[in-house]
């Protein structure tokens, strides 16, 4: 498939949204729902295998405008620099209940952990898939995680998150509770219900809206977002808020809230464009 659109697939994969692809040679492998998806990016050509053109452009959000999501979004010298380098990430519409599971579990924890996290629920619960001699799983339904026990999913490494799975995993499979009704809400009213699952907070809940129910002005702060604030962004913050995050390890809920605020009202309908460049920007340096 010819591309028509700035594009950019190992960096829209290797950019900490998304955990369960892998980089096989030249080529990306990655489970969407059921599907198995094989993927390479050779100069302006896509050239993929068990998948279509439509489903290609919606996954990896090729329709986005990032001509004018750039325009809007790069207003200052170091947002510009993250744009410059990394021209083409895309932000991905991710499969909404894997994309909870997966964010419930990366709390306090770094990217290869979470890969293995994911990688243990889904060998010992999803189904095996097989293509070019290689094995790949299913992320399990919620019926399927729901029927487990919270030791069972303790065992894959999940530890206290165990809890949080199941009870998620119940909610949505008894109550016939539908992630995708969400996409419909406003911003607002979608993060206050996702909040209501258990060990869902604000920013698990900002990462499941940006990367999966097309939020695109949810700003996710991690540690890595307040950095990138504290360092390039302060004069635009009052100066008792800086002192307290500079003293303090983590954030609460309204320390949270208000960096979360200022990353949407700064940068504006496409925060979440901005906090995902930066983030992978700040990584990197």
């Excluded at 293995?116 to 799983?137: N, P, Q, V, Y």
């Excluded at 500079?246 to 960096?259: M, T, W």
Aim: glycine share 6%.
């Amino acid at each position: 498939m010819k591309l028509a659109v700035p594009f950019n697939l190992d960096d829209t994969l290797c950019c900490g949204q998304v955990f369960r692809w892998e980089n096989k040679g030249d080529w990306w492998y990655g489970i969407v729902r059921d599907q198995l998806v094989k993927i390479r990016q050779v100069n302006a050509e896509l050239e993929f295998a068990n998948a279509d053109a439509k489903f290609v452009e919606n996954y990896f959000g090729l329709d986005d405008n990032l001509q004018e999501i750039g325009a809007k979004i790069g207003r200052d010298g170091h947002v510009r620099k993250a744009l410059r380098k990394f021209w083409g990430l895309r932000v991905v519409r991710q499969d909404p209940w894997e994309c909870l599971i997966s964010y419930t579990c990366a709390t306090y924890k770094n990217i290869p952990a979470i890969r293995h996290m994911l990688l243990s629920l889904s060998s010992r619960f999803g189904e095996k898939i097989t293509m070019d001699g290689m094995e790949f799983f299913t992320f399990p339904t919620p019926e399927k995680l729901a029927d487990a026990t919270e030791k069972r999913l303790a065992e894959c490494g999940l530890g206290y998150r165990a809890r949080y799975v199941l009870e998620s995993s119940k909610r949505i499979f008894e109550n016939n509770f539908e992630l995708e009704r969400l996409r419909q809400l406003p911003y607002e009213q979608a993060k206050k219900e996702l909040c209501t699952f258990s060990g869902v907070g604000p920013k698990v809940a900002d990462c499941v809206l940006l990367f999966s129910l097309g939020k695109l002005e949810a700003f996710p702060v991690d540690r890595w977002i307040e950095r990138v604030i504290l360092n390039h962004y302060v004069e635009q913050l009052p100066s008792e808020m800086v002192q307290k995050l500079l003293q303090r390890e983590g954030l609460n809920n309204s320390d949270y809230a208000k960096l979360n605020a200022f990353g949407r009202e700064y940068f504006g309908e496409y925060a979440g464009y901005a906090q995902e460049y930066l983030y992978h920007y700040e990584r990197t340096l």
